[in-house]
Each structure stands twice: as C-alpha cells, then as structure tokens.
C-alpha cells in the first residue's frame, strides 16, 4: 500500500478488521511504501461477513487514520458444506415472496375461519410492491458486483 504521507520505515501501517471477527494484520516495509500481507492459512480462518477496516500509520506515539471503510469477507467455497446458499439476503426474500405469489394462483380467499383458528394473507398487491422492492435491490446488488452502480469499492489483496 502506497501511502505517501507515511513512509516507511518512519511510520508503520496496521489493518483492523471488525465485524463477525476481530482481525488485525501489521504491515511489513517495502521502500517506502507498505505491504499487508497474510497467508492463505491465516486468511482460510477469517469468518466471511461484513468488516469495518481502518488502515492507520503509527510513528512513536502519533497514530494518523489512513483509511477507513467497509468490506466484505467471502465464503472459501472449497471448504463450504455441502447446501451452501450464497444469495443475499435480498436475493432469498425475492425467491420467497415470488413462491407466495406463486402459491396464490390457485387460492382465492384472503381470509379463513376454521373451530376458531384464522388465518388472513397478506394482499396480493402488497406482495406485489414487496416483490418490485426486493427486485430492485437485488439488480442493485448484481450491478454493484459487476462495478456498475453507486457502490463503491475496494479491491483487497491478501
């Protein structure tokens, strides 16, 4: 990581990870730049999720806030267990709502009284607004991952 401001061997740059882990990884110099680094079998024990990181240079007694931001730690698919679902969440909310939709072709009550038990379902175009907003997202999504969109990203090397 290049971080002109800070150069090493002056300063020293550090990682913190936080979110479903706390992780934190110490740069090594390299000229005058820094490089983070961590092996695959240190990387291969990281819990996925969503991390906050701050990148902070550190000389003496003065630390500065290099960088600070979001990133997402993915699943190692090699070692997932067998029934792994990746979508988002979004992703299995729309599947779910479009199954109730789906389901409802055949029924035409909204409501039901059966020895004092009733059941009411939830309006059609309700389901129907909830579909619209979900799909909505999930395109986001999808765009955001193919660098289009307003999400911004990070790439990270480890």
Do not use: C
């Not at 934190?24 to 906050?52: N, R």
């Not at 997932?80 to 299995?92: C, L």
């Not at 909310?93 to 109730?100: D, Y």
């Not at 909204?110 to 907003?133: C, E, F, G, W």
């Amino acid at each position: 990581m290049s971080a002109p401001e800070y150069p090493a061997p002056g300063w020293t740059l550090s990682l913190a990870l936080r979110g479903p882990a706390s992780i934190d990884v110490s740069a090594v110099g390299a000229g005058d730049d820094h490089q983070l680094s961590a092996d695959a079998a240190t990387t291969a024990a990281w819990a996925p999720g969503t991390y906050w990181y701050q990148v902070r240079a550190t000389h003496g007694a003065d630390v500065q806030l290099v960088e600070e931001g979001q990133v997402r730690i993915l699943e190692d698919l090699a070692a997932a267990a067998p029934g792994f679902d990746g979508r988002s969440h979004a992703e299995k909310v729309l599947e779910a709502i479009e199954a109730v939709i789906e389901g409802r072709a055949s029924l035409d009550q909204s409501h039901y009284t059966i020895n004092n038990r009733s059941l009411t379902r939830t309006p059609v175009a309700d389901l129907l607004k909830l579909r619209n907003q979900y799909r909505a997202e999930v395109r986001a999504q999808r765009m955001a991952k193919r660098g289009r969109g307003a999400a911004r990203r990070h790439l990270v090397r480890f």
